[in-house]
């Protein structure tokens, strides 16, 4: 069994991307202890030798299509529901100091 | 008299092939009752008047020149996962923020195909992760039998305006009992068709090894007729069935019921489930034993790992299809220190608790040191849930269970413990897990709540589960609340 404390809840919001607060880690802990455990059943069920499974899709039922360009450029449209967009770009936050 | 929004989508469809109505008429009487009731309700999140009412008079000029579709003229709710070009499309959530779409989900595409109208986006929890509606950035769906109760989730906005008479029918999708929940607690019907049946392009990703949209609407043959105008092959998703649509509205009634092979699973008749809801399932199948149905008891074993199973893949597969809400591209921005605590304060402001939730716990699995003990051990337990249906259906040509364990709960009952809301979805995750079509047709009503009978079939047997579902409601006579 695994256990989830403030600690754990720090290193899963900051894989997550997300900021918590001191007052939602206590509720962080707390909850997510209570899925985890819920989900810890799976542990006891025995699964020797079965495989795991990706998809309900059996293997090479899925079609492909050619690689081929199926859009016309719509860089106007798709950077008119950006944020921030300027002369072509997308604008995003200094990434590089 | 009948007024028009009482009418089924098969009803309305004939009456405006045969010009006895138009489709302006139609749309116009659906949106008046949408206006009438939606602040009671909240089953419409945007309404798309302006499209509507244009989409109903090409539809008109369409019929008047001989060219009436499959269901032209017939008004639609769509759930608002469905991407729709140039609409508010948000997924209820605060992070899709004014995001208008520049393209349109097959779906939906196929559906306007057929002649249909967009009245507007359903509500639904958000990101499709919630059982009652609650998660909405826009405040709940309520139950139009009992105003105090969710209209369960995540359609809950779709299965509400449905019941409520306020569209024909409206789209869905189902991940965990999406469709079929809601669809139970509202008293109509709702099919997850079988995975790959429905395109997933367009439709926002929550885990995509389990999504799959589907139809709710008053009657299995409406539900049968959406679903023949909704789905089909589409090579934009890879997991899309390469196989040609079938007629589903036809030859519903032409089920031989002397013979049908029903399986009872034993584990489903479990502590938990309400005994009057049992009971109206067990009333539903003496009367296909006495029309010559064999009824056989059978056993899926792994059903009391469903849930486990479902909420270590669901947050594992959300965890990765979420990442892409980073606030650069579209939707919702909150401009921080640098590039990091953008991201941080986006995604903090953006999603609600329960997506937050669910994405941790989706990364926890995936974190190394639990990703075999979790993710892996989890994917091999659901081959074993589907293993269990396989070997069901040797001996069954359909499996009959309760589509959830109570009827429609109050608002803010369940909403304190993720885990005992997690439990609503007991009955519908393991088809969901194995990719199989089942429908929830109403059954009767429990204290004056209705609940629902699912019907569980072969992978990409939909007609049949649709054939049965039919001759269930035939026999049933459960009636929807008329309008008031």
Redesign the interface.
């Known amino acids: 069994m695994s256990i989830i404390d403030t600690k754990t809840v720090e290193k899963l919001a900051k894989l997550s991307r997300l900021k918590v607060t001191e007052e939602e880690k206590t509720i962080l802990v707390h909850e997510l202890t209570k899925v985890m455990d819920m989900a810890a059943k799976v542990q006891s069920v025995n699964t020797d030798a079965v495989q795991p499974m990706t998809s309900v899709i059996e293997n090479a039922q899925t079609p492909e299509r050619d690689d081929a360009v199926s859009e016309e450029n719509r860089r106007e449209e798709y950077l008119a529901i950006a944020p921030k967009a300027e002369m072509g770009f997308y604008v995003v936050p200094r990434s590089v100091e | 008299m009948t007024s028009l929004i009482e009418l089924s989508l098969k009803e309305v469809a004939d009456k405006l092939k045969n010009r006895e109505v138009t489709a302006t008429e139609v749309t116009k009487a659906c949106l008046e009752r949408i206006k009438d009731r939606n602040e009671q309700i909240n089953a419409y999140v945007h309404l798309t008047e302006d499209k509507a009412l244009d989409m109903a008079s090409q539809c008109d000029k369409r019929i008047k020149e001989g060219n009436a579709r499959l269901i032209g003229g017939v008004p639609l709710g769509i759930k608002d996962i469905f991407c729709t070009k140039g609409d508010l499309t948000t997924v209820c959530s605060h992070i899709l923020d004014g995001?208008?779409?520049?393209y349109e989900s097959t779906v939906t595409e196929n559906l306007w195909k057929s002649g249909a109208v967009m009245l507007g986006k359903t509500n639904m929890d958000e990101f499709a992760m919630g059982s009652s509606n609650e998660t909405s950035y826009y405040g709940p769906a309520r139950n139009p039998w009992n105003l105090d109760c969710v209209p369960g989730g995540s359609s809950g906005g779709s299965a509400a305006a449905v019941a409520d008479y306020q569209c024909f029918g409206a789209t869905g999708t189902d991940t965990g009992g999406s469709i079929r929940q809601p669809a139970a607690f509202n008293g109509i019907v709702g099919m997850k068709p079988t995975?790959?049946r429905c395109s997933r392009y367009g439709v926002i990703a929550f885990a995509s090894?389990l999504d799959q949209a589907g139809p709710m609407a008053r009657t299995v043959e409406d539900t049968a007729l959406m679903l023949r105008c909704m789905s089909g092959?589409d090579?934009m998703d890879?997991?899309?069935?390469?196989l040609a649509i079938e007629a589903y509205d036809e030859g519903l009634a032409d089920l031989d019921l002397k013979g049908l092979k029903i399986g009872l699973p034993k584990e489903y008749f479990m502590e938990g489930l309400d005994p009057q809801i049992a009971d109206l399932v067990k009333q539903a199948v003496k009367r296909f034993e006495e029309q010559g149905a064999e009824v056989k008891e059978v056993s899926l074993p792994?059903t009391?790992?469903a849930?486990?199973?479902y909420?270590?893949v669901a947050p594992a597969e959300a965890?990765a299809n979420l990442?892409r809400y980073?606030?650069?591209?579209?939707?919702?921005?909150v401009?921080?220190e640098?590039?990091?605590?953008?991201?941080?304060?986006t995604?903090?402001e953006g999603?609600g608790w329960e997506v937050?939730?669910r994405?941790?716990?989706g990364?926890?699995?995936l974190?190394s040191g639990?990703y075999d003990?979790?993710y892996?051990?989890?994917?091999?337990?659901?081959?074993?849930i589907?293993q269990d249906f396989k070997n069901a259906f040797e001996d069954v040509d359909v499996i009959f269970a309760p589509t959830t364990p109570t009827t429609a709960f109050k608002l803010g009952e369940n909403s304190d413990?993720?885990?005992q809301m997690?439990m609503n979805d007991v009955f519908t995750l393991p088809a969901s897990l194995?990719?199989l079509p089942a429908i929830s047709v109403p059954a009767g009503l429990v204290e004056g709540m209705p609940a629902g009978l699912q019907i569980i079939g072969k992978?990409f047997e939909d007609k049949k589960v649709l054939q049965v579902a039919y001759a269930h409601e035939q026999m049933c006579g459960f009636e929807l609340k008329k309008p008031e």
């Not at chain 2, 995001?99 to 520049?102: G, T």
Request: aromatic share 14%; glycine share 6%.
């Open positions: 995001f208008r779409p520049p995975y790959g090894s092959y090579p890879s997991t899309s069935a390469d792994h009391d790992a849930v486990a199973t909420y270590v965890a990442s980073d606030g650069m591209r579209y939707g919702l921005r401009e921080g640098n590039l990091m605590d953008t991201y941080e304060r995604r903090s999603f937050k939730r994405i941790m716990i990364n926890y699995v974190s639990y003990a979790y892996t051990k989890a994917q091999k337990v659901r081959s074993l589907s413990d993720p885990v997690y194995a990719g992978a």
